[in-house]
């Protein structure tokens, strides 16, 4: 049998740390995996030298997972269809807004019998107010199938090698099981389910609540409010997978990727941290992007403006409050003490 081999899509800093356990991986299951893994990595000058080159010879992303060491046959490359060509499995892990533009450059240039595995939380615009699954973009634009991996998992813990959970969503059992080798580690536990579509909007949707967590933070309101936006964010994405997406398994939001996800993004993620400082400065979420992350991209701004587009297009803004509320806290529409006033009559209490 020949060789499995990977690619990593993304080299940001999830991309980053998961290409550190996937290096590591396919020299372990060395029958199975091709021992070279390519990573894509979107070309940047660092002091003057390429981001690839300083990946290549020091072995580690010192822009976007500084301190932590890649293993050596982690090869950046930064030309995307040079780094995909001979790939099995594409793992996709690039903030969502640059995905269409990824697929373009890889239309018929990649092997037509690939699998992919998308790591990014987020949507694609269907059209002005439908929005389409990632993995189901992948699928159509580049004809291979898409699973998912989503969970609770802030990329430097990982990196840390700090126990944690992870929950991919793939149909296929013997591709799930291959991608589980690919992934798992003594510390990062991988739970493998059916129902790619709600594991996936699990991820995207969660980031739409951070931001709603750190305004509360922002406006020091405390832990039973937190706690409160936390559960109404929950019941909104059961709901949003409920009315869009119809049939699902309930079960899917007590894995890593449902109610673990949003605990941790909450706590201590980046969407959470701008927002409770776009509350503190006044400043506008793309100053303090650019001003705190340094390169890394924000997901839940955006994702609540696509989402926002889409609940009123179908007439359903009133029965997601919360989403609607940060949407239109962070185009300044509303302010961030409006929030509670937004949610105090939530279709949870009726
Ligand atoms: P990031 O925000 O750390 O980095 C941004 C990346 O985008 C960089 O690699 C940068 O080079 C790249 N980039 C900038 N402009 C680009 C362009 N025009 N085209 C292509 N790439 C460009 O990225 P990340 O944290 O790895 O996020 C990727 C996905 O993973 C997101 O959907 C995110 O929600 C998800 N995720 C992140 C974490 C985390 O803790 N960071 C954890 C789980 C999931
Ligand atoms: P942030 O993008 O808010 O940092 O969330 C990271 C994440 O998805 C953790 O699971």
Redesign the pocket.
């Known amino acids: 049998m020949p060789k499995i081999r990977i690619c990593i899509i993304?080299?940001?800093?999830?991309?980053s740390a998961i290409a550190k356990i996937i290096g590591i991986n396919v020299k372990k299951f060395e029958d199975k995996f091709e021992e070279e893994v390519m990573m894509y990595v979107?070309e940047?000058m660092i002091e003057g030298k390429k981001l690839t080159d300083i990946i290549n010879e020091t072995h580690e992303n010192v822009k976007?997972l500084p301190g932590h060491k890649l293993s050596p046959n982690i090869i950046a490359v930064p030309d995307v269809v040079e780094a995909a060509k001979n790939a099995d499995i594409l793992i996709f892990?690039?903030?969502?807004q640059?995905v269409p533009?990824?697929c373009t450059a890889l239309l018929g240039k990649i092997k037509s019998s690939a699998v992919s595995l998308s790591?990014?939380?987020?949507f694609t615009q269907e059209n002005d107010t439908k929005l389409k699954l990632i993995s189901k973009f992948i699928e159509e634009k580049l004809k291979i199938p898409c699973s998912v991996l989503m969970g609770a998992?802030?990329?430097n813990e990982v990196a840390s090698d700090y126990f944690c959970e992870t929950t991919i969503g793939c149909k296929d059992k013997i591709m799930g099981a291959i991608m589980k080798d690919c992934i798992q580690t003594e510390n990062f536990r991988v739970r493998v389910v059916e129902e790619i579509e709600a594991v996936e909007i699990c991820g995207a949707l969660k980031?739409i609540v951070a931001c709603a967590a750190g305004f509360v933070d922002g406006l020091d309101l405390g832990d039973n409010t937190k706690a409160a936006v936390i559960r109404l964010g929950l019941m909104e994405i059961v709901n949003y997978v409920k009315l869009f997406y119809g049939k699902f398994n309930m079960s899917i939001f007590f894995e890593s990727c449902g109610i673990a996800d949003l605990i941790t993004t909450c706590y201590g993620g980046r969407n959470r941290r701008v927002c409770e400082q776009f509350v503190k400065t006044g400043k506008t979420i793309k100053e303090l992007e650019d001003e705190l992350l340094n390169?890394?991209?924000l997901?839940g701004p955006l994702t609540a403006e696509e989402v926002y587009g889409m609940l009123k297009d179908s007439n359903s803004t009133a029965k997601f409050p919360l989403f609607a509320t940060v949407h239109r806290i962070c185009n300044k529409e509303l302010k961030p003490n409006d929030l509670i006033e937004q949610i105090r009559n939530h279709p949870e209490y009726e």
Request: no cysteine; aromatic share 14%.
């Open positions: 993304g080299s940001g800093n999830w991309g979107y940047e976007y892990v690039v903030p969502h640059f533009g990824l790591l990014i939380k987020g998992n802030l990329s980031n390169g890394q991209k997901q």
